[in-house]
């Protein structure tokens, strides 16, 4: 073979590598899309790890601060284990007041409020990759900031995120404007070129 074929033969086989990396790239993005965008995903739910502060008014020895279990249960005096899973903290303030009214305190009043959060878990191309708190009214934007940012290979149109609440555990593809909740995994994806 001359010169010419070799250089012609080495030019194919890099633009065929080429395209073979870039399409190697699109296929691991191909996860459905989140319809979702920022304050549509709803109230927050309470789950495993949120820490509680329940007050039962006029009555300082029922109230203080409390922890969801591992099954999604808070222990409280006198009525014993509430479920607070999946509940937002208005359907747990009632709940609470229900059973407390059920032989225990005459017309109780209460509230609970949510101390800290669950985390959330961000990873892929940021700077700072991990578990963080959640604050209310959270987007995967925010999410990236609070990872220190991107990193100059960063992908910063979509991010991929996996519900905590799903119970599938299905990766989306989602905007940057989308909701990020506790549990939630968010990936931000690398850009090949």
Same mark, same amino acid.
């Given at each position: 073979?001359?010169?010419?074929?070799?250089?012609?033969? #080495?030019?194919?086989?890099?633009? @065929?590598? &080429? @395209?073979? /990396?870039?399409?190697?790239?699109?296929?691991?993005?191909?996860?459905?899309?989140?319809? &979702?965008?920022?304050?549509?995903?709803?109230?927050?739910?309470?789950?495993?790890?949120?820490a509680l502060r329940v007050i039962v008014f006029g009555e300082e020895q029922l109230s203080g601060e409390f922890r969801v279990d591992g099954t999604g249960k808070v222990a409280?005096? @006198?009525?014993?284990?509430?479920?607070?899973?999946?509940?937002?903290?208005?359907? #747990?303030?009632? +709940?609470?007041?229900?059973? =407390?009214? &059920?032989?225990? /305190?005459?017309?109780?009043? *209460?509230?609970? +409020?949510?101390?800290?959060?669950?985390?959330?878990?961000? #990873?892929? +191309? *940021?700077?700072?990759?991990?578990?963080?708190?959640?604050?209310?009214?959270?987007?995967? @934007?925010?999410? /990236?900031?609070? &990872?220190?940012?991107?990193?100059?290979?960063?992908? +910063?149109?979509? *991010? =991929?995120?996996?519900?905590?609440?799903?119970?599938?555990?299905e990766l989306r593809k989602a905007p940057i404007t989308t909701s990020v909740m506790p549990d939630d995994v968010v990936r931000v994806p690398e850009r090949y070129f």
């Open positions: 073979m001359n010169r010419r074929h070799v250089i012609r033969a #080495l030019g194919q086989g890099i633009g @065929l590598a &080429a @395209l073979a /990396v870039a399409m190697v790239g699109c296929a691991g993005n191909d996860a459905p899309m989140e319809t &979702a965008s920022a304050g549509q995903i709803g109230e927050y739910h309470l789950g495993p790890g949120d409280m005096p @006198l009525i014993g284990e509430v479920s607070a899973k999946d509940r937002n903290t208005r359907d #747990l303030e009632k +709940e609470i007041a229900t059973r =407390l009214s &059920a032989g225990y /305190v005459k017309d109780p009043k *209460v509230s609970v +409020e949510v101390l800290n959060h669950r985390p959330f878990f961000i #990873l892929g +191309e *940021v700077r700072n990759p991990g578990q963080y708190q959640y604050v209310n009214g959270m987007t995967a @934007l925010s999410a /990236v900031a609070m &990872a220190g940012g991107y990193t100059y290979r960063a992908k +910063e149109d979509y *991010v =991929l995120i996996t519900r905590g609440s799903d119970p599938k555990k």
